[in-house]
């Protein structure tokens, strides 16, 4: 069991610290391939707004019921900045496609 944990650390490690080889570096990406992120971008912004409508409602349930509400907020801080990442991300593809079609 500790070889799987360990196994799927180092691939998530290494997934957020991805490395490009020359190749991949010097080519750019067409496109299709922008357009398909764009849509990527926008299915990764409307699921975090739901995710974040969901933590909202887990925050108020937690405040009527006089429960803590401290560890839900802080979740629902980071799903909102997030949410503000992904936005940025798909601002920048929106704006990469805008260059590329002025060409």
């Known amino acids: 069991m500790t070889d799987g944990v360990l196994t799927t650390s180092n691939y998530i ?9 020359r190749a991949s570096r010097s080519q750019p990406i067409s ?31 937690a405040r009527d019921t006089g429960q803590s509400s401290e560890l839900a907020d802080s979740m629902l801080h980071a799903l909102e900045a997030s949410l503000c990442a992904f936005e940025r991300h798909r601002d920048l593809i929106v704006s990469e496609l805008k260059r590329r079609f002025s060409e």
Do not use: G
């Open 13 to 21: 490690r290494s997934a957020l610290k991805p490395e490009l080889n």
């Open 31 to 61: 496109r299709f391939q922008e357009q398909e992120h764009l849509a990527q971008a926008h299915w990764h912004v409307s699921q975090m707004k739901t995710h974040i409508v969901r933590q909202r409602i887990r925050v108020k349930h």
